[in-house]
């Protein structure tokens, strides 16, 4: 049986990967995430709580795990990309740092590095292929070049190191448990919108900027 540290996994997506986990009979489970784990998350898990951004802390969480998949980071809505973009560097860089780090000293068998569809910020072609990562001009907002920066150094530790890798896009993912901020924009867009609708006095239309026919792809 493998034994598989899934990072922020008390976030929207790190739940739904781990319970997707603990449906398959071949999978334990470790979540490392500093939020409380909800209820069934401690019954069914092993629950690692500490700073990741800390290499020794990184490695009590993967000792005697075979798979990582990396979700830890800070996330949100574009006015928190542009609220907190220092922090939002400094953070998810010393994130997968440390636990990449310390997936090559323990030598996992895959490490997964969840990244986003921020990557493609400001490309000029749509559909955009994953194989045109290399050629769409590098993201400008913090978290963007913080997730593609991550990308790079998951593929130095593959060259390098030969670590295992997989990396996963998710465009606008949303999904139970998140919740709106009071200020618009720090939380992702669905909740916001959610919000926005829920608060309209009954029957008034919901306003449209622009001309109503963008598109958005989510998750």
């Known amino acids: 049986m493998s034994r598989v540290l899934v990072t922020g996994g008390a976030g929207t997506i790190g ?6 986990l603990l449906r398959d009979p071949r999978f334990e489970v470790r979540v490392s995430d500093q939020r ?3 209820d069934w998350m401690r019954e069914g898990c092993e629950i690692h709580r500490g700073d ?7 490695k009590r969480a993967l000792v005697g795990c075979s798979h990582v998949i990396h979700l830890a980071a800070i996330v949100g809505g574009i006015g928190n990309f542009h609220k907190l973009p220092y922090t939002l560097t400094d953070v998810n860089s010393s994130l997968y740092n440390s636990v990449m780090g310390a997936a090559i000293e323990i030598g996992v068998d895959r490490f997964t590095y969840v990244s986003s569809s921020m990557v493609f910020e400001n ?5 955009t292929a994953e194989k045109d990562v290399d050629r769409v001009p590098v993201p400008t907002s913090a978290y963007g070049f913080s997730k593609l920066t991550g990308e790079i150094q998951i593929k130095a530790a593959h060259v390098e190191h030969g670590l295992p890798y997989t990396i996963v896009r998710p465009f606008n993912a949303y999904g139970p448990g998140e919740v709106p901020e009071d200020e618009p924009g720090i939380a ?5 919108v959610i919000k926005k609708v829920l608060a309209l006095p009954q029957g008034a239309p919901l306003p449209i900027f622009g001309q109503g026919d963008q598109t958005r792809t989510l998750t």
Do not use: Q
Request: no cysteine; glycine share 0%.
């Open 36 to 38: 409380d784990a909800p």
């Open 123 to 127: 490309s000029t072609v749509f559909p």
């Open 188 to 192: 992702h867009m669905v909740p916001d």
């Open 52 to 58: 990741l951004r800390d290499r020794d802390e990184a």
């Open 15 to 20: 739940a739904a990967v781990v319970r997707r």
